[in-house]
């Protein structure tokens, strides 16, 4: 065979998967992460044994987010992700695959105002109704947070942000895992305490000490970093809970595999926009706050279409036994 014929037969290969998958987009430019470090190992995982426990509050706080009722629910064992997923692990996967998140097709992600520059906020014009303090900021991405000016070579340990769900999802097959359900999310992060409001117990501060990272101060207008960060914190900055996981409340939402649902409802529940199910959400973020945002507990949940993303939005994998 010739070198021609064998170029030739590699082409219409190429084309043909193409074809086969749908539509076919070029790799972003990634070329100024190429100071990131090359074959990193990724985050460890921790065994969750199989067995019962409650799930959700009969003393919901947002009743309409499906909070309630508490339900005994039985998870078989499986892994989960010590840490969230950082920006260092979603590097190798984006060198190794070429893939292109949906914040780089759409060209624009959710950054919060306080994270740009009063120049960039004069510029946009497009913000969130219901949420003025949440603005669509053109080229923010994975790899530039809050838009073509920042960058994530200081924040390699931070959990990698605007991804959706359809790019978490990527990521953790890629991986050989997938994204956990919510109940396995949700029995990880109580870590064998019933009843509790949070990973570690009901006190948001025990002893005085942050163990979350969430705004402090007065939302939305400032947030005082008194737990050190003003947006995401590197993964584990934080205490730990009783299974030895970081980060299940607070620093970024987590997307987690469910489409959206009620429980007691008959089943999903279709998304106002008409793309598909929502998805659930579980943890809480850095934006949330005890007098608006108060979902860093662990009942809580939230929902958002699979190719949403925002500066508040990450996850971590789950794998079967």
Known sequence: MSIQHYLLLILMYSIIQVISQGVWYPPSDHMHLSSAPHDVDLTPM????????????DSPIFPLDGEGPRRETLVSSFYLDRYETTNLEFVQFVRKTGYVTDAEKFGNSFVMYNLISEELNSQINQSVASAPWWLKVDEANWYQPEGKDSNISIRWHHPVTHVSWTDANA?????????????????????????RLFPWGNKEMPS??????????????????????????????????????????????????????????????????GVGPDKVMKGGSFACHRDYCYRYRCASRTKN???????????????DV
């Not at 101060?217 to 970081?246: C, H, S, W």
Request: charged letters at 20%; aromatic letters at 14%.
């Open 171 to 195: 990521y953790c097959h890629w991986r050989h895992g997938r994204l956990p359900s919510e109940a396995e999310w949700e029995k990880a992060s109580r870590g064998g305490l019933a009843d």
């Open 46 to 57: 921790v065994l969750i044994e199989t067995g019962n426990f409650y799930m959700g509050t």
């Open 208 to 273: 005085g000490q942050h163990y979350t990272n969430i705004w402090q101060g007065d939302f939305p207008e400032r947030n005082t970093a008194e737990d050190g960060y003003i947006a995401t914190a590197p993964v584990g900055q934080f205490p730990a809970n009783k299974l030895g996981l970081y980060d299940m409340a607070g620093n970024v939402w987590e997307w987690v595999q469910d489409d959206w649902y009620i429980p007691g409802s008959k089943g999903p529940i279709a998304a106002n926009e």
């Open 305 to 319: 279409t699979a190719d949403s993303s925002a500066v508040h939005i990450g996850f971590r994998c789950a794998q």
